[in-house]
């Protein structure tokens, strides 16, 4: 049996991403890891960094991206793309590199494929989510996060990444397109086992000041051009006593880049949210009441929304 790890970049050093450490937490169980790596800026140190992790195992596929081609965030998914295309694993392990998985975990995952390698009913594997929000000591439970998503599929030419690589499909026919990338038609949800094992994401930990620099970014990926012109320097994560406390241990490769954290002074931990920004989505009282109901009496699992998965038992 033979796993491989993929993912996309650019600019993850410029866009504060551990790109490194994500990669590290699950090298140990890859054959190989390719990384589709994009046009980075000339001050962007994302190769340096990559190339530190010293490993054979690592494969670089140099990119360009295109979010006129591909926009609404389809460059992700068509990066995501690009880097499976290289794999050539029997399973093929997805991690987005603002996430990571804790070392205690990997025995049960390479133990997972190996069993149901030869179980053709299984296209891949369903992994459950924490979403870090603010600083490292806060998540969200909340129903506007998704709370499980597939990040190990089969390796097989008609499973492609979608939306904005959030997750994969089947596909009938293909030809790469924006259009592709967006469509339900001609296409079908991945049968998945789930896994009792955690995703940690970190795309919300950022200083304030760089987690703006993210939102003007992805505005640009996702419009063409920015439409967030007017966002204030500091981002405001709101009062973090409304988010879950975490009180478990994050993965050790995340040792090094968790020890960088020097915004808390500009962080909020008490209080009411600041009336004079947008209300974020979770703040809302419609989301709350959701939340609540879900993390009370379902055991964190969503009422209603739309699951891209088809779970065997």
Same mark, same amino acid.
């Given at each position: 049996m033979?796993i491989?790890g993929f993912?996309f970049?650019?600019n993850?050093?410029?866009?504060?991403?551990?790109t490194k450490?994500s990669i590290l937490?699950?090298?140990?169980i890859?054959?190989e890891?390719?990384i589709?790596?994009?046009?980075c800026d000339?001050?962007d140190?994302?190769?340096?960094l990559?190339?530190?992790?010293?490993?054979p195992?690592?494969?670089?596929?140099?990119?360009?991206?295109?979010?006129k081609?591909f926009?609404?965030?389809t460059e992700?998914?068509h990066?995501t793309?690009?880097a499976?295309?290289?794999?050539?694993?029997?399973?093929l392990f997805?991690?987005q590199?603002?996430?990571?998985?804790?070392e205690?975990?990997?025995?049960?995952?390479?133990t997972?494929c190996?069993?149901e390698?030869?179980?053709k009913?299984?296209?891949?594997?369903l992994? =459950?989510? *924490?979403?870090?929000?603010g #600083? %490292?000591?806060?998540y969200h439970?909340s129903? /506007?996060?998704?709370?499980?998503?597939?990040?190990?599929?089969?390796?097989l030419p008609?499973?492609?990444?979608?939306k904005?690589?959030q997750?994969?499909?089947?596909?009938?026919t293909?030809?790469?397109t924006?259009?592709d990338y967006?469509?339900?038609?001609?296409?079908?949800?991945l049968?998945?086992?789930?896994?009792d094992?955690y995703?940690y994401?970190y795309?919300?930990?950022?200083p304030?000041?760089?987690?703006?620099?993210?939102?003007k970014?992805?505005s640009?990926?996702y419009h063409?051009e920015s439409?967030? =012109?007017e *966002?204030p320097q500091?981002? #405001? %994560?709101?009062?973090?006593?409304?988010v879950? /406390?975490?009180?478990g241990t994050?993965p050790?490769?995340m040792?090094?880049w968790?020890?960088?954290?020097?915004?808390?002074d500009?962080?909020q931990?008490?209080?009411?949210?600041?009336p004079?920004?947008?209300i974020?989505?979770h703040?809302k009282?419609?989301?709350?009441l959701?939340?609540w109901?879900?993390?009370?009496f379902r055991n964190g699992n969503p009422?209603g929304?739309f699951?891209?998965?088809?779970?065997l038992q």
């Open positions: 033979k491989s993912t970049i650019k993850g050093d410029k866009l504060y991403i551990p450490e937490s699950i090298l140990p890859c054959d890891f390719v589709a790596l994009g046009d000339a001050d140190k994302t190769e340096e990559i190339a530190s992790i010293n490993s195992k690592i494969k670089i596929v140099r990119t360009i991206w295109d979010t081609k926009p609404k965030n992700f998914a990066q793309d690009l499976k295309e290289h794999c050539s694993g029997d399973w997805y991690l590199c603002d996430e990571a998985i804790h205690k975990d990997l025995e049960t995952i390479k997972a190996q069993k390698l030869k179980n009913n299984i296209d891949g594997f992994f =459950k989510y *924490l979403h870090f929000w #600083d %490292y000591n806060h439970q129903h /506007v996060w998704y709370n499980r998503e597939i990040r190990i599929i089969r390796n008609e499973i492609h990444s979608w904005d690589a997750s994969f499909r089947k596909f009938e293909w030809n790469g924006f259009h967006q469509k339900k038609e001609g296409s079908k949800k049968n998945v086992k789930e896994l094992v995703v994401h795309g919300y930990v950022r304030p000041i760089m987690m703006t620099k993210k939102r970014v992805s640009t990926s063409g439409k967030e =012109k *966002l500091l981002y #405001d %994560y709101g009062a973090l006593n409304k879950s /406390v975490f009180k994050h050790k490769t040792a090094p968790i020890a960088k954290f020097n915004w808390k500009q962080l931990y008490t209080g009411k949210r600041n004079n920004r947008p974020l989505k703040e009282l419609k989301y709350r959701l939340s109901v879900e993390n009370t009422i929304g699951k891209n998965y088809n779970l």
